[in-house]
């Protein structure tokens, strides 16, 4: 057992810290604003794959998000690749993460680290405080040559392919960098966006799934590989990555229909990030 045998009772008590899901079948409502009722949780461990800061009680998710992380995970391990570390999924209910994200409140989208290095046996402390090493420094606008691998493009191309994945967010250098060093097949390229942030984790964002009428989908990403003038806008010629608008823009408003799975008072947490 990789947490030193803690884990299960470890993973039990933080559920019940975090609260705990709306009762009843799958209902996902929402666009980028939003909430789950039925979640299910993510073991904290599984074949591949390691969830970490668990205390925060973000390893809630819709079915298929989570099928497509324990998919990706043993894809991985089956190639050769090291465990993944699994961050933010939602809350047990959705609606916006205390001090964390606004995109992951529905159940459909998860954080994965990009360290492909062997993961050492950790504490159960050392899990909830770990920061995963980045690709890309702060300010730079080029991948770190010493982090990125052929072992990164193949995680990537792994999860671009898992089943009802709409799209996969990564800082612009490393959107970049697959645009200028993949060979062969590119077409998986479409569906790894560039972000800002996002330098040491790829965001994925599943599909709203079947029979959920309430779940809006994003618009659909365009075709192509994405490497060409909509690329090339995040690179100023003053150098760097283009900046974030100021203000981050106004979050839609929580739909009625999330009143009695998280209440009224859900708004964004101050400071809080995209994606
Ligand atoms: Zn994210």
């Given at each position: 057992m990789r947490l030193a045998g803690l884990a299960p009772l470890l993973f039990l008590t933080l559920a019940a810290a975090g609260g705990s899901p709306a009762p009843g079948p799958l209902r996902i409502i929402g666009a980028s604003t939003g909430c789950i009722a039925g979640a299910h949780a993510l073991p904290p461990e599984g074949p591949g794959y390691i969830v970490i800061r668990a205390g925060q009680s973000s390893f809630w998710g819709a079915p298929n998000t989570l099928r497509g992380i324990s998919l990706l995970a043993a894809e991985a391990q089956a190639d050769g690749l090291s465990e993944l570390y699994i961050g933010d999924i939602s809350?047990?209910?959705?609606g916006p993460l205390a001090g964390g994200?606004?995109?992951?409140?529905?159940?459909l989208d998860v954080d994965i680290y990009l360290d492909t290095d062997p993961k050492p046996r950790l504490a159960p402390w050392q899990m909830e405080n770990l920061t995963p090493p980045a690709l890309v420094a702060p300010g730079s606008a080029m991948v770190d040559p010493s982090r990125f691998s052929a072992a990164t493009v193949e995680l990537i191309r792994l999860a671009t392919e898992l089943p009802g994945l709409d799209r996969l967010l990564v800082n612009a250098a490393i959107k970049r960098e697959l645009c200028e060093t993949v060979t062969g097949d590119r077409s998986w390229l479409r569906r790894v966006r560039p972000w800002w942030g996002h330098r040491a984790h790829m965001h994925l964002h599943f599909a709203c799934p079947p029979g959920q009428p309430l779940c809006v989908d994003q618009a659909p990403v365009p075709p192509?590989?994405?490497?060409g003038a909509s690329l090339a806008w995040w690179f100023p010629p003053s150098g760097g990555i283009q900046p974030p608008p100021p203000g981050g823009g106004v979050p839609p408003a929580m739909p009625v229909a999330c009143d009695a799975i998280?209440?009224?008072?859900?708004?964004?947490?101050?400071?809080a990030e995209a994606n």
């Open positions: 809350g047990p209910r959705g994200h606004i995109a992951h409140q529905r159940g192509g590989d994405g490497c998280i209440g009224r008072s859900a708004a964004p947490p101050p400071g």
